[in-house]
C-alpha cells in the first residue's frame, strides 16, 4: 500500500470499528426502537456518528486511539503520535459544562476534579475527532486539531515554547543591530512584526527617523500596546538638571546598568531616543549583552557564577519629583540576585546598577569580599564585549532591559544633550507579536 492512500484506508478501518461498534449484536436484533433510545448517552454519540456528513481526512485527524495505562494513545493522519493523560483530558474538556468558549476559560473547578477519573469508553469519530466516556457518565468530545496542537511529543511542546518566547542569539563586541524606520512601524505590520522579533532574539534594535518631539517613544509604545509608567511618569528627559534625583541626570560617566533595577519588577524594554546629541568628545553610548556575559561567567568562572546567582543584591531609590508628572515621593527597594535563573537554570534576567545598588548587603562579614570580585568578574566581562558608539539625533535604540545594559560616556555640563527614556512590559510586546503573527499567517520561528 502507498504512503500516499494510507490515510484514506485507514479512515476506512476507522469507520468500519465505529460500524462494528453500533450494530446490534443477534441477542438484541429483536429489540424495539424505544429500547434501543435507552442507550448510553455514548451509544447514542457513535450512533450520530454514521449519519454525519463525511470529513475529509487533514494532517490533524486522529485516526486510531487505544486506552494505555493511564492515557488515551492517539494516532494522527499525519503519522504523529501521543499519549494523552486521563486527567488532562478531564480537566480541559470542552464541552458547555466545563468550558466557556466566548471567555475562553475553565468554568469546572480543580476542587471537583477526581484524580482517579478513568475513561470507560473511547471511540473516532468520522470529523477526525474523539469522543470520550468517562466512568461518572460525563461524555467529552476533542477535536482532532485541538489535540495535535498540545501532543505530547517535541514537536507540539516546542511551537508552543516558541509562541511563548522566542529562542535568544546571545552576542559580543561586534554584534551590529538590525535597523528599522519610526514611520513604517507605525504603519506596516510586517515591519513592525519584524521588529519584535528582532528584539526578542537579540535584545537590541536601532530605529531611525524617530521625530523630534519628547513623546516619540510613547507614542510608538502606544502603538504597540501601554507605556510602562515609573515614579519618573510615561518618559524620563535625560538631561543636565539641578538637584537631580537620579545619575542619569547628570553630566557623569554612566556604567553599563538596566534601568529600574530598583523594582521588583523591572521593566521589559527600554526605548532611549536621541533628541540632541553633545557636540564634541564625550556622550558615546556602550551596550552589551548581559546573558552573553553571563554565559560566559558560567564557562569561565563557575563559582562566581554561582555565587551571583544565588546572592540577592538590595538595589533602592528615593527622592522628590523633579518635573510635574513625576511622583511626588518614592522610596523603591527592590531585592534579586545579579543573575536570575528560570527552574531549567537558563539565564532569564540580570539586574546590574551601580548607581541604585545598595550599601545594605544581606551577608555574613566574611563572605563580603567573595561576592565583590564576582560583581568585579561579571562587570569586567560585559565591558569587554560592549559596543561603543554615538547616537544621531533622531535615533531610538531599544533594549531588552532585563538582558541587556547600556550606559554612556561623561560629557561637559553646558551641553544641550538630550535623550528620552520610556518603557514597555515583555508581557504587552509578546502580546502583540502573536496577534501579528496570526494576522499575518507568520511561522513562529520566521
Same mark, same amino acid.
Given at each position: ?12 478501518t476507522?469507520?468500519?470499528?465505529v ?12 429489540q ?9 448517552l455514548?451509544?447514542?454519540?457513535r ?33 504523529s ?36 477519573? #478513568? ?10 475527532s474523539?469522543?470520550?466516556e ?22 507540539s511542546?516546542q ?17 551590529c543591530?538590525?535597523?528599522?524606520? @519610526?514611520?513604517?512601524m ?29 513623546v ?5 509604545i ?5 507605556v ?21 541626570w547628570?553630566?557623569?560617566?554612566l556604567?553599563?546598568?538596566n534601568?529600574?533595577?530598583?523594582y ?8 532611549i531616543?536621541?533628541? #540632541? ?19 560566559? *561567567?558560567?564557562?569561565h ?5 554561582k555565587?551571583?546567582?544565588t546572592?540577592?543584591?538590595? @538595589? ?13 515621593e ?6 534579586m ?7 531549567n537554570?537558563?539565564v532569564i ?15 555574613p ?13 561579571y562587570?569586567?566581562?560585559l @565591558? ?22 547600556h550606559?554612556? *560616556? ?7 544633550r538630550h535623550?528620552?527614556s ?19 499567517g507568520?511561522n513562529?520561528?520566521?
Amino acid at each position: 500500500m502507498s504512503s500516499s492512500k494510507r490515510p484514506a484506508q485507514l479512515l476506512k478501518t476507522v469507520s468500519s470499528r465505529v460500524l462494528a461498534s453500533t450494530a446490534p449484536t443477534a441477542r438484541h436484533s429483536g429489540q424495539s426502537w424505544s429500547t434501543m433510545r435507552r442507550l448510553s448517552l455514548a451509544a447514542q454519540t457513535r450512533q450520530q456518528v454514521l449519519t454525519a456528513k463525511q470529513q475529509p481526512v487533514v494532517g490533524t485527524s486522529v485516526l486510531h486511539s487505544q486506552m494505555v495505562n493511564d492515557a488515551i494513545r492517539v494516532e494522527f493522519a499525519d503519522g504523529s503520535t501521543s499519549d494523552l493523560s486521563h486527567l488532562w483530558l478531564r480537566d480541559n474538556c470542552q464541552c458547555e459544562k466545563c468550558y466557556s468558549k466566548s471567555a475562553l476559560g475553565r468554568i469546572s473547578l480543580l476542587k471537583n476534579l477526581d484524580i482517579n477519573t #478513568h475513561p470507560v469508553h473511547v471511540q473516532e469519530v468520522e470529523n477526525g475527532s474523539i469522543t470520550v466516556e468517562w466512568n461518572d457518565g460525563h461524555i467529552s468530545e476533542f477535536s482532532g486539531e485541538w489535540l495535535h496542537q498540545r501532543a505530547f511529543n517535541p514537536t507540539s511542546r516546542q511551537k508552543r515554547r516558541n509562541q511563548y518566547a522566542l529562542k535568544k542569539v546571545r552576542w559580543g563586541g561586534d554584534f551590529c543591530p538590525k535597523e528599522f524606520d @519610526y514611520c513604517n512601524m507605525l504603519k506596516d505590520d510586517q515591519h513592525l512584526l519584524d521588529w519584535h522579533l528582532a528584539m526578542e532574539r537579540d535584545g537590541f534594535t536601532l530605529i531611525r527617523n524617530s521625530p523630534d518631539k519628547d513623546v516619540a517613544g510613547p507614542e510608538l509604545i502606544e502603538h504597540i500596546a501601554f507605556v510602562k509608567q515609573s515614579h519618573y511618569g510615561p518618559h524620563s528627559p535625560v538631561v543636565v538638571r539641578a538637584d537631580a534625583n537620579n545619575i542619569a541626570w547628570t553630566n557623569s560617566e554612566l556604567g553599563l546598568h538596566n534601568d529600574l533595577a530598583q523594582y521588583e519588577y523591572m521593566a521589559g524594554i527600554i526605548f532611549i531616543h536621541c533628541k #540632541h546629541q553633545h557636540v564634541g568628545s564625550g556622550g558615546e553610548s556602550l551596550v552589551s549583552d548581559g546573558l552573553y556575559a553571563a554565559e560566559e *561567567l558560567r564557562r569561565h568562572h563557575p563559582e562566581a557564577f554561582k555565587l551571583l546567582t544565588t546572592t540577592d543584591n538590595y @538595589y533602592w531609590d528615593k527622592g522628590v519629583a523633579n518635573l510635574p508628572w513625576e511622583q511626588e515621593e518614592f522610596f523603591k527597594i527592590a531585592r534579586m540576585p545579579v543573575i536570575k535563573l528560570d527552574n531549567n537554570k537558563e539565564v532569564i534576567q540580570v539586574a546590574v546598577n551601580n548607581a541604585v545598588r545598595d550599601s545594605y548587603l544581606d551577608l555574613p562579614a566574611h563572605k563580603v569580599k567573595q561576592f565583590y570580585e564576582a560583581m568585579k568578574i561579571y562587570n569586567d566581562i560585559l @565591558y569587554e564585549n560592549a559596543i561603543t558608539f554615538k547616537m544621531a539625533e533622531g535615533d531610538m535604540i531599544v533594549l531588552d532591559n532585563i538582558r541587556c545594559l547600556h550606559g554612556r *560616556l561623561g560629557y561637559e555640563a553646558h551641553s544641550t544633550r538630550h535623550l528620552e527614556s520610556s518603557y514597555l512590559d515583555w508581557d504587552e510586546a509578546r502580546c502583540r507579536r502573536r496577534r501579528l503573527q496570526e494576522k499575518l499567517g507568520a511561522n513562529n520561528n520566521k
